[in-house]
């Protein structure tokens, strides 16, 4: 971190292993520099940092059903009568400098309203979040 901290140029992907590392790494990046944004992606079934006792998007049922009938979460939010409170909806209205997100989106598409990243840094081993099915015994 402490080398991405000094480059001019910042990175616009930060992978990290866990949420709490990667709340870390947004708050020292912005304490390093107050003129830039830092937002830690959450996925839909993570807690909702704003709204308490709820997951980022709040019908996860219906966000569950979309992503087993094989439709994009855009879909689903695009009939989801909860759209206009939802944490998931909230966070793609960020423009961030850095994004930090979780190594399993090393693995999966990137949600269309993420930027494309110039830099993507990867924290820590990443393998085990692409190891599907796997188990270490």
């Known amino acids: 971190l402490t080398t991405l901290l000094k480059l001019q140029t910042m990175a616009d992907f930060y992978f990290v292993p866990r949420h709490k590392l990667g709340e870390e ?20 079934d993570q807690p909702d940092p704003e709204v308490p006792d709820e997951q980022m998007c ?35 209205n960020i423009e961030a400098d850095l994004w930090v997100l979780p190594h399993q989106l090393l693995f999966i598409s990137r949600p269309a309203w993420l930027p494309e990243p110039t830099t993507v840094i990867v924290d820590e081993d990443f393998v085990q979040a692409g190891l599907a099915g796997c188990s270490n015994g």
């Not at 790494?25 to 992606?41: G, L, S």
């Open 25 to 44: 790494v947004a708050a020292e990046y912005m304490a390093f520099h107050p003129d830039k944004v830092a937002a830690v992606y959450r996925g839909v």
């Open 58 to 92: 709040h019908d996860s049922e219906l966000s569950r059903a979309a992503m087993k009938a094989g439709q994009s979460l855009a879909t689903a939010c695009g009939v989801c009568d909860k759209s206009g409170e939802c944490g998931y909806i909230r966070q793609q």
